[in-house]
């Protein structure tokens, strides 16, 4: 899962795709994974970083995480 | 990168006097006022701006900030002897350089007269007819397929009752396109005759039934330097579009499918001047061509804020000067258009309507 190249972000969590003119809004949570996406961290990776800095149930993230990968996915955020 | 002029000679400006035509500036506006908007931004040059108007109504004519002074001209179906007549009339008075028509519906009678504004020293900037022509929304379904384009299926409507043998061919929802302007969509029988009527009554035919393709809109705007070459061209995504299907909002966007999709309609058909292409993406990536425009479109003036000034760059090839095709643009530049309550007097008003001129007060 790799964040395309061109895809533009900002710490406070606006994505532009500068391919099609969308852009979205993303949380701080998601915004954190967009950042780790985009250093291409591995999924366990960041499965291991959100869950251990925040107070989530492993499996309740992995199923948030592949939600909101299908979503990046479907906006073509993601390669 | 901006356009350079070769050997620029920028101590000595020339001044310019370049008439410009659509200063409408509606809901569906004319791109007459962001195409002068866009040439005074560039300081290559001076100009001084001559608004041809066809209605005393329309705002660019009381711009006065960015129109010089403006000449009513007549309506396109007065032809091109009584238009003719006119620019020679405006010419007498103003010494006009180079004229920028806008308009689809007046281009044909442009583009005809083109040779003889050459011999009394009035540059234009156009398409050559055989250009002009292949790209009519009565003929793109051919060249599309001859020059293996994408554009929708369409079939050419003389009589309301050749709707229903269209509707066999092209299903519903159906586009009802008038030859010039307007579009409906039409989902039954009984809407696609309502908008026959409604657009035949405004633009004549015939009527355009076009297959309707649902997607995402983009638009090109592209400038040809009448050899095939692209000088410029930026594409631009609908992000707000009002019930006319005009953008009212958009952005740039990095897509080179569009930016080479414009290149092969320039290098096709030799285009000279501006064009727009009007681009349908489908979800499944494949991008119809819907309409060309002979004209730049009235968002140009988005092309000069992210960094490729085409009205700009039109000037200067019009009066000879030669320029290095853009290669740079900045993407995520935006334009949202607004309406603002221009106000004038009635003494102005009267001066158009009366004696079909009117004079800026710069200008005086």
Same mark, same amino acid.
């Given at each position: 899962m790799r964040l395309k190249k061109n895809i533009a972000t900002s710490e406070e969590g606006f994505i532009f795709n500068p391919g099609t003119g969308d852009s979205f809004s993303t949380n701080g949570t998601g915004s954190e994974i967009i950042g780790m996406l985009k250093d291409e961290k591995p999924l366990q990776s960041i499965i291991d970083v959100i869950c251990s800095k925040y107070d989530v149930d492993q499996n309740q993230f992995e199923r948030d995480l592949d939600d909101y990968l299908s979503q990046l996915k479907d906006y073509t955020i993601l390669e | 990168m901006e356009s350079q002029i070769k050997n620029p000679d920028k101590k000595n400006k020339k001044k310019i006097v370049v008439a410009v035509t659509a200063l409408n500036a509606i809901d569906s506006p004319g791109p007459g006022v962001a195409v002068i908007r866009a040439i005074r931004e560039c300081s290559d040059f001076e100009v001084r701006i001559i608004g041809l108007s066809y %209605?005393? +109504? %329309?705002p660019g004519i009381y711009m006065h900030d960015l129109v010089d002074k403006t000449y009513q001209i007549p309506y396109p179906s007065a032809g091109t002897d009584t238009l003719l007549g006119r620019l020679m009339h405006i010419h007498q008075i103003e010494h006009l350089d180079l004229i920028i028509p806008n308009f689809d519906a007046e281009l044909f009678n442009f583009i005809k007269l083109k040779d003889k504004l050459k011999e009394a020293g009035i540059s234009t900037f156009l398409p050559e007819m055989k250009s002009f022509e292949a790209r009519d929304k009565i003929k793109l379904y051919e060249f599309g397929k001859k020059h293996e384009l994408s554009i929708p299926k369409d079939k050419l409507i003389y009589q309301a009752s050749d709707l229903a043998e269209a509707a066999e061919q092209i299903g519903y929802p159906m586009v009802v396109k008038g030859k010039f302007y307007d579009a409906i969509i039409a989902n039954t029988f009984e809407q696609a005759h309502k908008a026959f009527y409604q657009i035949q009554a405004k633009w /004549? +035919?015939? @009527?355009i039934a076009q297959e309707f393709i649902n997607g995402t809109e983009i638009n090109i705007a592209a400038l040809g330097d /009448?050899? /095939?070459?692209? @000088?410029s061209v930026i594409p631009m995504r609908k992000l707000y579009i009002t019930d006319k299907g005009k953008a009212w909002a958009g952005i740039t966007i990095d897509d080179t499918s569009y930016i080479d999709l414009a290149r092969k309609f320039v290098r096709i058909t030799k285009w000279c001047g501006g064009c727009e292409l009007e681009i349908m993406q489908t979800c499944d990536g494949k991008s119809y061509i819907m309409e060309v425009n002979p004209r730049f479109p009235a968002w140009i003036y988005l092309c000069a804020a992210a960094g490729q000034n085409q009205p700009a760059t039109l000037v200067k090839m019009a009066i000879g000067q030669k320029v290095i095709p853009f290669r740079k643009y900045e993407v995520g530049k935006i334009f949202i258009r607004y309406a603002w309550d221009l106000i004038t007097n009635i003494s102005e008003f009267q001066r158009i309507s009366g004696t079909g001129e009117l004079e800026g007060m710069k200008s005086k």
């Open positions: - | %209605e005393s +109504l %329309e /004549g +035919l015939p @009527i /009448g050899q /095939g070459n692209t @000088i």
